[in-house]
């Protein structure tokens, strides 16, 4: 066979040479041993925890080691693909703190290396599948779908493993004058790669997440461009990871089955093989046993759930961080207000077997990140998400902004901050009380008589003086149960409950309940301080009348 007359034939028009690529995409000038390296997502519409996990890790590899990261989009199929979907994904990784030194922007590509959308690769493809061709390394295949399937249904009734190899392989070795044949009638081709390997030999290969695996020869004529010239998945992740000068493919572990080919490609090519960081999906417990997050099952896997829900970024990132490497917590306590990107991270110290999503130890981190932020901060936020998403409360916020950092200021600053808020759609609940329109209607516990709760709301009216200090403020609450028969000693109540009508606690709950609505808030005096007292004594009033 005359490859070098073949390649001619399939690709008459591509005149530019894999030289000519090598120099227009020079090696780069990093520091030695820095990271090149990229996300390279479908654009599907969906965004997912999984895309943040990867570019956190990517992002942490380039940007610690003086490297790059830069941003491609994988658009080779366009029936996946979503309109707006890229904008998505760069405003959600964005959003999240993942920022790329070069590759696909809003504005357009940005960087040497592009173009960085592999929709407007294919001449650079046509370039590399001609040479393939012409050193006799790929061919083109004209097989219908039909002898496709007839060829799997043949395999699976002698148990065989499917797939296009060894006598399977219909077009591998046929003549220059029989694919002339097919071109002239005008039939599709896809071309495949002429694979030499065996399924009975092993090699090994060391993972960076991974360590170090035994893997199988591929023996599949893989397709390397579809019929349309488009590249499927494997021959631009070799084409353009080369060409990009990517030094660490960072990526989903589903593409682990595929490495073999994927080694093979790049030696067929004459390229240098990249570091793989093959990452684990994440995984939760579902009853006592793990199971990977699923798109259909989980909404936490969406990264808009994470917005929506008003988790502040830094806390999701400071999350992932606890999952990814075991000893980010220990670093965190010994540097408690330290940029996180001060961390230093290994992708060694990846979990192999996937990392395990814990949505309460989330709630824990974000509600210890919320508490060490300001009054300010948590302003700003808080405002942000409900202009998004509760704009009635956005509106509360913004109309007096100082009274809304007064509250937020509750509990804030000390050695022992008070964790009231894990997620913003739960602020409205926690301030909802500063706020008439919010107030709830409170439910007294029904083992009081409603007469004994007016009776401590009246005596309370009479006494109360805001000018009193928190000592005075609370001697009166005392004297209150002092005077309806409850007790102050709460040593002797726990010892025995029955020799009492109730305590101090329950007088303090009754007018907490009337001034706030709830059984739980901050501190009541401090409450109360904010409220005024004209507010205190309207609240408690009503209270009173629907008693
Ligand atoms: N487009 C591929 C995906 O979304 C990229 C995998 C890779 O990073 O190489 O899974």
Known sequence: MDTLALANLLFPNVTDTPEMLEERFPLRKNPEGAVITRMAPSPTGFVHLGNL????????????????????????DAKREVPGAVEILINSLKHYGISFDEGV??????????????????HIYHVYAKKLVAEGKAYPCFCTEQELTSMRETQETNKENTGYYGKYAMWRDRSLADIQAQLDAGNPWVLRFRSTGSIDNQFKFDDLVKGKLTVTENDVDHVLLKSDGIPTYHFAHAVDDHLMRTTHVVRGDEWLPSLPFHIQLFQALGFKLPK??????????DGTSKRKLSKRKDPELALTYYKGEGFPVEAVREYLMTVLNSNFEDWRRANPDADINAFQFSAKKLNPAGSLFDYAKLTDVSKNVISKMTAEEVYTLLLEWSQEFDSDFAQKLSSDKDYALTILAIGRGGKKPRKDIAVWKE????????????????????????????????????IYDPADDSSVWFDKVKAITEEIGFTTDMKAYKADPDAFPGTVADVSTFIRQAVTGQTNSPDLYTVMQILGKDRCVARIKSVMAGL
Do not use: W
């Not at 890790?57 to 080779?76: K, W, Y």
């Not at 609940?429 to 329109?437: I, K, R």
């Open 105 to 122: 922007t809003l504005d357009g590509d940005s960087g040497c290396y592009g173009p960085y959308r592999q929709s407007r690769r294919a």
């Open 276 to 285: 793989y960081v093959h990452i684990g999906p994440l995984m939760k417990m």
């Open 427 to 462: 602020a409205k609940a926690y301030m909802g009380l500063f706020y008439d329109e919010y107030l709830q209607t409170p439910e007294f516990d029904g083992k009081f008589q409603k007469n004994t709760i007016r009776s401590v709301l009246e005596k309370f009216l009479n």
């Open 53 to 76: 996990v990867q570019g956190m890790v990517s992002e942490r590899m380039a940007h610690q080691s003086e490297g790059v990261l830069f941003f491609r989009v994988e658009d080779t």
